[in-house]
């Protein structure tokens, strides 16, 4: 069976990673340990990890219940995963918001720019004056020494518990929609109400993303599960398709971010 059939192109240089992944517990029966990893990301780990010849088990954490960015443990079923097994860090600081806004963005930049990759960090939080970062426990040494101000003002960060983590209540609103395909434009034009030209050119502009990725392609074809976002619009996503109508539309579910 060719697994390669079921993705898209550009996920093909992933699904190779993670098949090594799965070969070397296989051979070796040691854990492997992921970056931070996506929610696209993290649901094909989990499904070439059943096409495993050995018993893998799959877990994944990436600070609280309702963490979106999640590293991920592929070991052989006797092996005990706990939560000190996925080596998270949190570091938390705290800023005046009466002069200064700091947004998620800010945060981010301010960390990339320490020269550390993308993956190295889960969840970012920053609002009423305070910061909180999860990352992975290799790098958090180096950005207590290193980050010391975000959007030209000082934080002080520290590492805390993650019991001390911040949750937000997800809440996903969903919408059935009647649409004409399944392509890129055509979905963000029904969930965001646009018009069809709209909703071409924020796309056009790079401000569309799928599963977490920038997409300049109106034509791309969704599936069910596509994250979505629009820059200044929101969080969207592409819940189910429900079947053909009489006039051959196409029935879907959508649901937004509140």
């Not at 059943?50 to 590293?71: C, F, M, N, P, Q």
């Not at 005046?96 to 993956?119: N, P, T």
């Amino acid at each position: 069976m060719d697994i390669y059939q079921h993705y898209r192109k550009e996920e093909h240089a992933f699904i190779d990673q993670v098949l090594s992944w799965i070969d070397r517990v296989e051979n070796t029966y040691v854990m492997k340990v992921t970056d931070f990893l996506d929610p696209r990301e993290q649901q094909i780990v989990k499904t070439l990890a059943k096409t495993s010849i050995e018993e893998l088990k799959v877990y994944e954490y990436g600070g609280s219940d309702h963490a979106e960015r999640r590293r991920i443990i592929i070991a052989p079923m006797y092996d005990e995963v706990i939560a000190p097994s996925f080596q998270l860090t949190l570091l938390q600081g705290s800023y005046h918001d009466k002069f200064v806004s700091v947004e998620h963005r800010d945060v981010m930049g301010a960390f990339l720019s320490l020269g550390i990759k993308r993956q190295k960090v889960g969840d970012i939080m920053a609002e009423n004056g305070l910061i909180q970062i999860v990352m992975a426990k290799e790098v958090a040494s180096f950005v207590l020494a290193n980050l010391t101000a975000i959007k030209r003002t000082r934080i002080n960060l520290e590492e805390q518990p993650l019991s001390y983590l911040v949750e937000h209540d997800v809440n996903w609103v969903e919408f059935n929609h009647i649409v004409s395909s399944l392509r890129l434009d055509t979905v963000i034009k029904a969930i965001y109400k646009l018009s069809r030209k709209d909703a071409a050119e924020f796309i056009a502009k790079g401000l569309v993303k799928v599963n977490h990725k920038v997409s300049d392609d109106r034509k791309l074809m969704l599936e069910s599960g596509d994250m979505l976002s629009l820059r200044g619009k929101g969080r969207s996503k592409l819940v189910a398709t429900n079947g053909r109508t009489k006039k051959d539309n196409i029935s879907i579910t959508t649901a937004r971010l509140k």
